[in-house]
């Protein structure tokens, strides 16, 4: 019969999911490596393939992509083959992600809307899936999945970053497992979730796996983890994040910045910040100085200020080696202050702003903004 | 939730109602997320979900223009990122033209990329 409506007693538990799994999505416990071992044949066991023969563990994310690729990328491979072994690249089957991770998402997903009406599906998704996720997701698994690609150089960059669509995300699935195991344990839908529970163990145990035919690489959790009040990843005196193998990652209220302008004192200047090619990345370079100490710094002296501020104000400066810089400072809807470079003959902030947009000055301004 | 009749902005791409999609465009298939209009390096992309194929999304020879073709009653420009998230803009139905920030450059200038 399908659930339509939860009783007191399930949504009394709802906190309790949610915390338990957030604690998991940002564990930065040591992995638990033979309840992972177990958990990935589990996995396979679950997809119907056999379990892997070998199961190689990774210090990383990215060092489980770069030996993967090491195996599976060509160009690599030509260079490592006379001292691996071409019995080592025989070995590893293709990717078995389609079975082991999106089937079983998607046969457990169908099983539970099939048994659960779309009010309570919603409900528990936005009490303990969602919030859980949001955490873990889109703060930690979104700036980790970003910095596997952004770390290695072009020649092995397509490799590694196929790593990253192939892979289980272990701890960092917590949003989805959470709302599963909530159904699972609450509502009485084991038939249903059972399929998940090597993916489930696997959250519990360790990061992220890469599954292929007779082998899965497999990543430690991260040692650290700092994040803001709102739960942004956000450290001003280190990484925001480290994984064993000493894979770091920085970032400034959830926004990814170069280690150099937290690590080397003096390294992040104004030049530097108001110059980089990001411009979310310009944003938090500014705000890690203070706007302030930025417009000080360069001298900046006002051209015009219009009195809309999301056209903002025309700014001039004498950079070490591009005097007469000019910048548009401008306020974003969403709260927040950036600089946009302008040419050096714009003279007032709405020609500058028009530039911007390559339009001329009668052009229509927006009548809403976002 | 924003409804756009003539020129809206959501970060930095503007979208301004046309008369129709111009001659010579490149029709662009949608990804898994949907239709982006503005790509982030950071997969902070801003997308039109379009799931009965009512939106049509062309590429122009200049980088910073695209075009929409807007069949259905309207569609949904969405910010994909879960904090500091530009509100959602909706564009009715008929074409768009999709402009995108640029920035000054010593070269030039390059597209405002995020």
């Given at each position: 019969m399908k659930i339509k409506k939860l009783t007191d007693q399930q949504i009394a538990?709802?906190?309790?999911?949610?915390?338990?799994?957030?604690?998991?999505?940002?564990?930065?416990?040591?992995?638990?490596?033979?309840?992972?071992?177990?958990?990935?044949?589990?996995?396979?066991?679950?997809?119907?393939?056999?379990?892997?023969?070998?199961?190689?563990?990774?210090?990383?994310?990215?060092?489980?992509?770069?030996?993967?690729?090491?195996?599976?990328?060509?160009?690599?491979?030509?260079?490592?083959?006379?001292?691996?072994?071409?019995?080592?690249?025989?070995?590893?089957?293709?990717?078995?992600?389609?079975?082991?991770?999106?089937?079983?998402?998607?046969?457990?997903?169908?099983?539970?809307?099939?048994?659960?009406?779309?009010?309570?599906?919603?409900?528990?998704?936005?009490?303990?899936?969602?919030?859980?996720?949001?955490?873990?997701?889109?703060?930690?698994?979104?700036?980790?999945?970003?910095?596997?690609?952004?770390?290695?150089?072009?020649?092995?960059?397509?490799?590694?970053?196929?790593?990253?669509?192939?892979?289980?995300?272990?701890?960092?699935?917590?949003?989805?497992?959470?709302?599963?195991?909530?159904?699972?344990?609450?509502?009485?839908?084991?038939?249903?979730?059972e399929k998940l529970s090597g993916l489930t163990e696997l959250a519990k145990s360790a990061g992220w796996a890469l599954p292929h035919s007779g082998i899965c690489w497999v990543s430690e959790r991260h040692s650290l983890l700092v994040r803001n009040a709102g739960g942004r990843l956000h450290s001003l005196v280190g990484p925001a994040v480290r994984y064993p193998d000493g894979w770091k990652i920085y970032a400034v209220n959830g926004t990814r910045v170069p280690g150099e302008w937290i690590e080397t004192p003096g390294f992040l200047t104004a030049k530097v910040a108001l110059t980089h090619a990001n411009i979310e990345q310009r944003r938090a370079g500014c705000e890690i100085l203070g706007w302030a100490k930025v417009l000080t710094e360069i001298n900046a002296v006002t051209v015009d200020a219009d009195r809309d501020p999301e056209i903002g104000t025309l700014l001039r400066a004498d950079l070490p080696d591009a005097p007469g810089s000019q910048f548009l400072k401008v306020h974003c809807p969403t709260g927040r202050d950036f600089c946009i470079p302008v040419p050096a003959d714009c003279k007032r902030a709405r020609e500058a702003w028009n530039w911007t947009w390559a339009r001329d000055e009668a052009a229509k301004l927006p009548e809403v903004s976002a | 939730m924003k409804t756009v009749k003539r020129v809206g902005r959501q970060g930095e791409i503007l979208f301004i109602k046309i008369n129709k999609v111009p001659a010579g465009v490149t029709e662009l298939p949608a990804s898994k997320e949907g239709h982006i209009v503005g790509h982030s390096e950071t997969g902070h992309h801003h997308v039109i979900d379009d799931k009965i194929g009512e939106v049509h999304h062309y590429a122009s020879a200049n980088p910073l223009l695209g075009y929409l073709s807007v069949d259905g009653a309207s569609a949904d420009v969405v910010h994909l990122r879960s904090f500091d998230t530009h509100e959602t803009l909706r564009l009715g139905r008929g074409a768009w033209e999709i402009r995108r920030q640029r920035e000054h450059t010593p070269e030039g200038w390059r597209q405002v990329a995020d």
């Open positions: 538990r709802m906190p309790e999911f949610r915390d338990r799994w957030l604690k998991i999505g940002l564990s930065t416990d040591p992995t638990d490596r033979p309840r992972a071992e177990a958990a990935i044949a589990a996995m396979y066991r679950a997809a119907g393939t056999a379990p892997p023969r070998k199961i190689v563990w990774c210090g990383s994310p990215l060092s489980q992509g770069l030996t993967r690729a090491v195996i599976l990328d060509k160009r690599m491979w030509a260079s490592v083959r006379a001292s691996v072994g071409a019995s080592v690249r025989a070995s590893v089957g293709a990717s078995v992600w389609a079975s082991v991770g999106a089937s079983v998402w998607a046969s457990v997903g169908a099983s539970v809307r099939a048994s659960a009406g779309a009010s309570v599906w919603a409900s528990i998704w936005a009490s303990v899936g969602d919030s859980v996720g949001d955490s873990v997701r889109a703060s930690v698994w979104a700036s980790v999945r970003a910095s596997v690609g952004d770390s290695v150089g072009d020649s092995v960059g397509d490799s590694v970053q196929a790593s990253v669509g192939d892979s289980a995300y272990g701890q960092h699935d917590a949003g989805w497992l959470a709302f599963y195991e909530f159904f699972r344990e609450t509502c009485a839908l084991n038939e249903q979730t | -």
